[in-house]
């Protein structure tokens, strides 16, 4: 592959920044985003999703766009855009449609185009192939190519980066395939690993996530039966893990632009060629029940300490992971929404995410700080950022009231002693 060859990176989030640096530090890289915002902002040299730090930005060649004049005749294309789900739980494709025409627009004859955002199979080549070629008029396999090449993204997580990681690739032609390996061959060092066609790359990406959300499931859903009999699923879990092929899987909230989503893409696949996938829906059930179960759990316990409608609740944490920004598809707000349900007051502080898009995402207005907070009846830890990891008794004597409830949502506390007087709930 000529190292001169024009790359295109299509969309500059989570997936698509870090990416186009890396891949910019071996061929020319444009990234171009249609959020002029945002673009500004990486010129600037800043990044909100932390997924890059401002000093790799300001030493990278990586050059930004906004208008589709500055990306017409590049040599590859790559599509990293948002695949989520409707209000339905459908897979939603307009994303990666429009990502799709609008590309098709810009190509030349020969160009290369590859997704990377999670799909279920067929759609590189059923859906967004004939849309390419629509708006482009030029022939799919012919005149221009496919290829997919599933990202791996881990959001804050520092040790699994695109640069590190092993790239699965697939290409339309031996020959599409061969070059895009050497691409993503010179942007990991973790190497790269030919599917045998683009359909199995989508295929084994949609069902990687699918496998952790059904393991967490099993998890949730014996989490559930040992609260109820006074077993700590902490004190079991450790336990079992002594076993040398145990699994170690986690209770909790399951959210985020991935594992979330993926099952319902792999579900609609199944779902159109006549199966009714049974263990895949049951995994996304009991995890979205998680939620409202804890809420209802943490107002029994508001309720055991004498209070009822009008007590004051902390939400420690909205992101959907810890010590990340990343507020997709957070299931923090079912507990909220329930506990506002049960007529509580329920303020809510994030140490790292976005109060506008927190906002705007989710209608939650976001504490500016911890400063003077005090008095909650029931504080909740739901997000296991270092901040509130490392809490101490100190801490929540200043905000809970003498009798409050400190819940536990991840098991971030059960070590802590904590002053007299309150009350320990966690799963």
Known sequence: MDKNSRIVV????????PLAVAIARTYPVIGFDIDCERVAELERGEDRTREVEPDRLKVSTLVYAADTDDIRGADIYIVTVPTPVGANNQPDLGAVRGASKMVGEVMSKGAIVVYESTVYPGVTEDVCGPILAEASGLKCGEEFFLGYSPERINPGDQEHTVDKITKVVAGQT???AETLCEMYGAVTSGGVFPAANIKTAEAAKVIENAQRDINIAFVNEVTTIFHKMGISIHDVLEAAGTKWNFLNFRPGLVGGHCIGVDPFYLAHAA??????PEIVLAG???NDAMGPYVADCIASAVGQQGKGAGARVLIL???FKENVPDLRNSRVIDIINALIGCGFRV???D???DAAEAKHEY????METLDGASGYDCVVGTVSHDVYANYGAADFARLAADDGVIADVKGMWRDLELPAGYRRWQL
């Open 10 to 17: 299509v969309g500059l989030g989570y997936v698509g920044l």
């Open 174 to 176: 031996p020959a599409v």
């Open 317 to 319: 944490g909205m992101a």
């Open 363 to 366: 209608n939650v207005d976001l």
């Open 347 to 349: 303020d809510v502080h």
């Open 284 to 286: 996304r059930r009991i």
């Open 351 to 353: 140490a790292f995410a």
């Open 271 to 276: 779902v159109a060629v006549g199966h009714h």
